[in-house]
């Protein structure tokens, strides 16, 4: 399979091995049809980029180069960010790209009709000549702003327009996804991604877990999704566990040596029962805890023998707080007794503010009781279809939950579906190119016009920290400077428009793969180094285009000459109607 190769970027890229994607079904196959069709239409009209060849072609090659960029026009859940994330599995995409004797045969099987010589250029077809510019993974990025711009010969790049727009679409949407869960949830709580069983297949959950924790997410219960990202490993047990034990008598081996080694308990299930007997006649549950589930105490007893030293319990499978919660500080003060302290619970039903409220009142009183520092701490984990909106209802509500795991909602992304990012020629031959609408009156916001040209783009942060506004210029422009006022223009919306003193000026699009281009290569950072990123960035965001509830718009913009430059070309394309 190609992607077990490791690629190289030509000159620049050579000296830095860049490893295979995630996903192996990521080869040069993995494009919608008409990527090809379109390569051969170019190949047969000499605009394919055969560089090896006769003046007519070296000509030819120019007029082949292109410019595409990928960006997205609205920004999802009805927010007002986006986080960028897929660049690395773009990234050992180009490095890897390269179609095997199979993918040939394949290929010609299904267009029979194309000659050859199109399928020897196939074979010889890799993206040593192709180049990436993209915003570091990790950032807060925008719609209309290219998210990256991939350069060169044009049959190539047609190629990777699908598999980018895919490896891009649902990274960053569930990593926005994840972070707009982090947002909501407060930095102190820790999230948990359970959403293995509910994602769209196996390439989903990788990498809904993969794009969570760099979103914000602590850690996922996806065992594989640990072993490829290093992503910290968390979980507790489920209903099934505590359902599949029926009584005491089921432990066989009842001993438990103490945390220090210094005694052995030899019956851990007599110490437990006897502590369930001191809650239930405890002063303060004035009789509150009658019977409680003994299967459920077995399931318990078991579970901390097994795991003594991060013991955590399922409290909700017959009754919280009738039987889940005695039955667990029952354990839990047993486990005490020998020096050990248990961890915590998880709910997974029922009113979660209610119950973590109530559940924490019976840990402190039981701290009070019986005298046991920190037990009024224990961790209360909650789940069970967890979102934004729940998360929120809690906040408003008041609760005592210090963990939240997700699953369903969060990777299935379940209030929007996709992010829409497209890719757009830009520039042909040096020629600047833009894409109106079917209807160009309805352009009028520039919601489906495309920005032309190579350009180059800028965040300028103004005096509180804060970024003021993108700006997209002519490449040919000069550079804004710190201090410097400049005019920063709506891309398509005349009257607005707002000078800017920036305090800091961050050049957006770096290189990631120079192709045979002589630039410096910026170097592909660790999952740690992005989650980082994306943390940062956002708390460097006004509070304002954050929060949930009618978020301020973040400005986009263009420079007055790319604003004259879009809008000449639009004249230029947008024909003249008639009124009949
Ligand atoms: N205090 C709360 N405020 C708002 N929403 C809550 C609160 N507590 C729980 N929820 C949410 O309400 C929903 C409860 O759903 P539902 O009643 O179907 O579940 P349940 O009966 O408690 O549990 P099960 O999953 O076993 O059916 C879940 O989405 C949960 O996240
Ligand atoms: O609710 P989610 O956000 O998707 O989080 C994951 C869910 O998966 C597990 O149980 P599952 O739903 O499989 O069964 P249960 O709810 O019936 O226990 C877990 O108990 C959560 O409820
Ligand atoms: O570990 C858990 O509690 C867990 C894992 C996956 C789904 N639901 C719960
Ligand atoms: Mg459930």
């Given at each position: 399979m190609a992607a077990a190769a490791a690629g190289s970027g030509g000159a620049n890229g050579s000296a830095h091995q860049v490893g295979a994607p995630?996903?192996?079904?990521?080869?040069?196959?993995?494009?919608?049809?008409y990527q090809f069709s379109m390569a051969y239409a170019y190949w047969k009209a000499g605009?394919?980029?055969?560089?090896?060849?006769?003046t007519y072609y070296l000509l030819e090659f120019n007029t082949s180069n292109c410019r595409f960029d990928l960006y997205f026009r609205k920004n999802p859940f009805g927010g007002e960010f986006t986080v960028f994330a897929g660049l690395e599995e773009c990234i050992k995409f180009v490095a890897n790209f390269k179609f095997t004797e199979d993918d040939i045969s394949f290929l010609q099987s299904v267009m029979?009709?194309?000659?050859?010589a199109f399928f020897d250029y196939l074979r010889k077809?890799?993206?040593?000549d192709v180049e990436v510019y993209s915003i570091p993974e990790g950032s807060v990025v925008f719609p209309k702003v290219p998210l990256m711009r991939v350069e060169g010969p044009v049959a190539v790049v047609q190629l990777l327009e699908t598999p980018f727009v895919n490896l891009i679409n649902y990274a960053s949407l569930v990593t926005t996804n994840a972070a707009r869960h982090r947002h909501v949830a407060g930095k102190s709580k820790v999230l948990l991604e359970f959403g293995l069983r509910r994602a769209q297949g196996p390439d989903g959950a990788i990498s809904a877990s993969k794009y969570c924790f760099m979103g914000g997410?602590?850690?996922?219960?996806?065992v594989l999704a640990g072993n490829l990202f290093g992503i910290p490993l968390r979980g507790t047990h489920s209903h099934a566990y505590v359902s599949s034990y029926m009584s005491?008598?089921?432990?066989?081996d009842k001993s438990l040596k103490s945390k220090d080694g210094s005694?052995?308990?030899?019956?851990f299930v007599s110490l437990v029962t006897e502590w369930l007997q001191k809650i239930q006649l405890a002063d303060s549950s004035c009789g509150v805890?009658?019977?409680?589930?003994q299967s459920e105490l077995a399931a318990f007893a078991s579970y901390a023998l097994a795991f003594p030293t991060n013991f955590l319990a399922l409290?909700?499978?017959?009754?919280?707080?009738?039987s889940g919660i005695p039955n667990f500080c029952a354990v839990a003060l047993a486990l005490h007794d020998l020096g050990y302290k248990a961890s915590g619970i998880r709910l997974d039903s029922g009113d979660l503010a209610y119950l973590s409220i109530e559940a924490r009142k019976v840990f402190r009183t039981i701290e009070k009781e019986f005298n046991v520092?920190?037990?009024?701490k224990m961790i209360i984990t909650a789940s069970n279809d967890l979102n934004e909106e729940t998360i929120d209802a809690l906040n408003k509500q008041g609760h005592e939950v210090d963990a939240f795991g997700i699953g369903t909602y969060l990777v299935t992304c379940y209030s929007q579906a996709a992010l829409g990012c497209v890719f757009k020629l830009v520039e042909i031959n040096s020629r600047p190119r833009i894409k109106l609408s079917e209807?160009?009156?309805?352009?009028h916001d520039g919601f489906q016009v495309s920005i032309p040209c190579k350009k180059r783009c800028f965040r300028l942060y103004g005096k509180e920290g804060y970024p003021l506004v993108d700006i997209m210029m002519r490449e040919s422009e000069p550079s804004p400077k710190a201090g410097e006022r400049i005019l920063c223009r709506h891309p398509f919306l005349e009257s607005k428009r707002a000078y800017v003193v920036p305090q800091h000026v961050e050049e957006l699009l770096l290189c990631y793969w120079p192709g045979t281009s002589n630039k410096p290569r910026v170097e592909l950072p660790s999952l740690e180094e992005i989650r980082g990123r994306c943390m940062q960035q956002l708390e460097k965001l006004r509070p304002d285009h954050i929060r949930r509830l009618n978020p301020t718009p973040y400005k986009v913009s263009v420079s007055a000459k790319l604003y004259e430059f879009i809008h000449s070309l639009w004249l230029n394309e947008a024909p003249v109607g008639e009124l009949q």
């Open positions: 995630t996903n192996p079904m990521a080869t040069a196959l993995l494009t919608d049809q605009k394919h980029a055969d560089r090896a060849v006769s029979p009709m194309c000659e050859d077809t890799d993206c040593s997410f602590d850690a996922t219960s996806n005491l008598d089921e432990i066989p005694r052995v308990c030899k019956d805890f009658g019977e409680t589930n409290v909700d499978t017959y009754d919280v707080m009738r520092p920190a037990f009024g209807d160009v009156a309805k352009c």
